[in-house]
């Protein structure tokens, strides 16, 4: 491939990006504030105002307050208003949508990556609700564990012995501990890519290269680390127990299973989205045609460049 064809290549994917984040930045306009992004803003104003630094959102312990600091900069920055609070989750939705196209593109061709950004750029409305919604955990779990996944293909790939992988060992561990310290679900990605890097890289990273990993990983969790110390572990103690501190372990996984049918497979068998609740529009809004068709278009060219000239 070419620098002509690359250069094309890269024209459609960052045209789907941004259409992708506008298409939100339009839903989140008809997306109002809820009780926990109003908490997450006070949290910020407080951070930026107030010199507070929680290391977690108010009263919820497992949820780091990575994302309020970056809105408290913002509201430093330009002044305090609350379409600020969202305004970090647009970046993170386009680097979702960047990272899902790196990830199919390195496991299968660029045809497959050009098939998920375009999934990923015209989702569901459950997805895009989920995307925007300033909740401070949710879409920086999302790119976090879309960057372990693609660091672990990526040094898997490549010779392990090489020195030029120290870096992203270092980012693999530094984007686990930064997401362990956001939001616990992160493990849902960090155990699989981990096993799939230890698997493929176990001879040639260990034993000395697995602590360029662990040094990152303390790194990015250092500010929970401080507060388990600091609080005889009570972050991981309520993950451990799920806040459900007055069940038994037998309850407690009785109470998982009923909720993960409850809740989980209505979605996963789409049958039910409750997030439709969340948002109506009082009119047709053009804006989603026309997005579709440039999109499209995009698309199409982009496709035809592939499969005619050998992208």
Same mark, same amino acid.
């Given at each position: 491939? =070419?620098?002509?064809?690359?250069?094309?290549?890269? /024209?459609?994917?960052?045209?789907?990006?941004? @259409?992708?984040?506008?298409?939100?930045?339009? #839903?989140?306009?008809?997306?109002?504030?809820?009780?926990?992004?109003?908490?997450?803003?006070?949290?910020?104003?407080?951070?930026?105002?107030?010199?507070?630094?929680?290391?977690?959102?108010?009263?919820?312990?497992?949820?780091? $307050?990575?994302?309020?600091? #970056?809105?408290?900069?913002?509201?430093?920055?330009?002044?305090?208003?609350?379409?600020?609070?969202?305004?970090?989750?647009?970046?993170? +939705?386009? @680097?979702?949508?960047?990272?899902?196209?790196?990830?199919?593109?390195? /496991?299968?061709?660029?045809? +497959?990556?050009?098939?998920?950004?375009?999934?990923?750029?015209?989702?569901?409305?459950?997805?895009?609700?989920?995307?925007?919604? $300033?909740?401070?955990?949710?879409?920086e779990t999302f790119c976090l564990g879309g960057l372990l996944w693609l660091l672990s293909l990526k040094l898997c790939d490549e010779d392990h012995g090489s020195l030029k992988n120290l870096f992203p060992l270092f980012v693999w561990g530094l984007a686990f501990g930064l997401g362990f310290w956001i939001h616990f679900p992160i493990l849902i990605y960090a155990i699989p890519s981990g096993l799939w890097?230890?698997?493929?890289?176990?001879?040639?990273?260990?034993?000395?290269?697995?602590?360029?990993?662990?040094?990152?990983?303390?790194?990015?969790?250092?500010?929970?680390?401080?507060?388990?110390?600091? =609080?005889?572990?009570?972050?991981? !103690?309520?993950?451990?127990? !799920? *806040?459900?501190?007055?069940? /038994?372990?037998? %309850?407690? $996984? *009785?109470?998982?299973?009923?909720?993960?049918? %409850?809740?989980?497979?209505?979605?996963?068998?789409?049958?039910?989205?409750? +997030?439709?609740?969340?948002?109506?529009?009082?009119?047709?809004?053009?804006?989603?045609?026309? #997005?579709?068709?440039?999109?499209? #278009? @995009?698309?199409?060219? !982009? @496709?035809?460049?592939?499969?005619? %000239?050998?992208?």
């Amino acid at each position: 491939m =070419n620098n002509h064809q690359k250069l094309w290549i890269w /024209t459609l994917v960052l045209a789907l990006v941004v @259409l992708g984040v506008m298409l939100r930045v339009r #839903v989140s306009a008809d997306l109002p504030l809820d009780a926990d992004e109003s908490i997450a803003g006070l949290m910020a104003r407080n951070i930026a105002y107030e010199g507070e630094a929680p290391l977690f959102l108010y009263g919820e312990s497992y949820v780091g $307050s990575a994302m309020q600091f #970056v809105v408290a900069g913002m509201f430093r920055l330009f002044g305090f208003h609350p379409q600020f609070i969202r305004w970090p989750e647009y970046l993170w +939705s386009g @680097l979702f949508l960047l990272l899902g196209f790196l990830i199919a593109r390195r /496991t299968d061709s660029t045809e +497959s990556g050009l098939w998920t950004l375009l999934l990923l750029a015209l989702p569901p409305i459950f997805l895009s609700i989920i995307n925007l919604k $300033s909740w401070g955990d949710y879409n920086e779990t999302f790119c976090l564990g879309g960057l372990l996944w693609l660091l672990s293909l990526k040094l898997c790939d490549e010779d392990h012995g090489s020195l030029k992988n120290l870096f992203p060992l270092f980012v693999w561990g530094l984007a686990f501990g930064l997401g362990f310290w956001i939001h616990f679900p992160i493990l849902i990605y960090a155990i699989p890519s981990g096993l799939w890097l230890l698997w493929y890289g176990f001879r040639s990273l260990f034993p000395w290269r697995w602590g360029i990993l662990l040094l990152g990983f303390l790194i990015g969790w250092a500010p929970a680390l401080y507060y388990n110390l600091t =609080n005889g572990w009570a972050n991981l !103690g309520y993950a451990a127990k !799920g *806040g459900w501190d007055y069940l /038994t372990r037998l %309850e407690m $996984s *009785g109470k998982m299973l009923i909720r993960m049918v %409850e809740q989980g497979m209505p979605f996963l068998l789409g049958v039910q989205d409750d +997030s439709a609740r969340f948002i109506e529009f009082d009119q047709f809004d053009p804006m989603f045609a026309k #997005v579709a068709i440039v999109g499209g #278009v @995009l698309f199409a060219l !982009g @496709l035809h460049l592939y499969r005619n %000239e050998g992208l």
